[in-house]
């Protein structure tokens, strides 16, 4: 298989961590690209030029960080990252979702942010950073460190909120949310983090 992704994208990293945990990525080929640049590889796998993408061993492409998860989860044994037990499924994929929901207000943040600063709308990322703070806000309560029990609901928040921190640093989230910093921070030691750290 191959992986077309980018460093600092955090849904390429959500599928590089579950393809570490899941010890599928010696099948994986990591294509690093740039998707602003208009790879002809990349648009050739996804015509809408988006990081991740996947080819499958048959030459045919998937797109979307949770369907390629979920395709790596799949031919795994791991039973941890996905439960089978109805109810905690959809918890995790409910934990997904909600960490897709950050990831797409905070890129819409550092997107606009990118605009001339005179095209920049004030409103637009006002309201950005309020449903961040709100989604921040509803994440679950993190009493416990995640140990041996990770899911790939965890995994999706650990990237989404290390991602704020490496894009939106002023929406600074540590200092609201003291559970959440301590949980991330002791996911920062497993190499399937340590190895796909952000970096320009
Ligand atoms: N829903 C998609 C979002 C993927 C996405 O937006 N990727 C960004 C990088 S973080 C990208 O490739 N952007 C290139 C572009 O917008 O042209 C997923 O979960 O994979």
Redesign the pocket.
Known sequence: MKLYY?TT???SRKVRIVARECLVSDDIEEVLVN??EDDARLLAANPA????TLMMDNNTPLI???VICHYLISLSKNKTLLPDDNEQYWQVRQLEAQA?AILDQA?GVVMEKRRETKWQSPIVLARKYEKLERCLSRLPEYTDTPATTLTLGDIAIGCALSYLEFRIPDLNWRAQRPDLDKWQKSLNPRLSFQETRPGD
């Open positions: 980018a994208s955090p849904y998707p602003f030029g988006l990081v991740p979307d960080s949770p897709d890129l």
